[in-house]
């Protein structure tokens, strides 16, 4: 029942930008808090950031103003807005959310960025 849809990512070169986007369905995406996540293999899924019904932000600290979430709560979609990419950032994006005590997940979308 629980639906997390991602899409946008895809390959930049360095420097430039993306616009992720994950369409919820099966949630009450106006009342939760949800996130984004990456992973690369070999590593630990981890914490991007995430924003709370109140609008409330988080970013871990390699994202910090290059990054940037918003949810769009007639849409229920959540967004990552991208900027000064590096390679560093290349992983998959998950979005994530915590429903009725379990955790849900997206399939994912690649962002490769070059150089």
């Known amino acids: 029942q629980v639906r997390l849809v991602e899409s946008g990512g895809g390959l930049v070169q360095a420097g430039g930008s993306l616009r992720l986007s994950c369409k919820t369905s099966?949630?009450?995406?106006?009342?939760?808090?949800v996130d984004w996540y990456r992973q690369t293999p070999g590593k630990q899924r981890d914490l991007v950031a995430n924003?709370?019904?109140?609008?409330?932000?988080n970013y871990v600290d390699s994202v910090k103003g290059r990054f940037t979430i918003s949810r769009d709560n007639v849409r229920n979609t959540l967004y990552l807005q991208m900027d000064s990419l590096n390679p560093e950032d290349t992983a998959v994006y998950y979005c994530?959310?915590?429903?009725?005590?379990?955790?849900?997940w997206g399939q994912g979308t690649q962002v490769t960025v070059s150089s």
């Open positions: 994530h959310v915590f429903h009725r005590g379990r955790d849900f």
């Open positions: 924003i709370s019904s109140a609008h409330t932000t």
């Open positions: 099966g949630i009450n995406f106006r009342i939760n808090t």
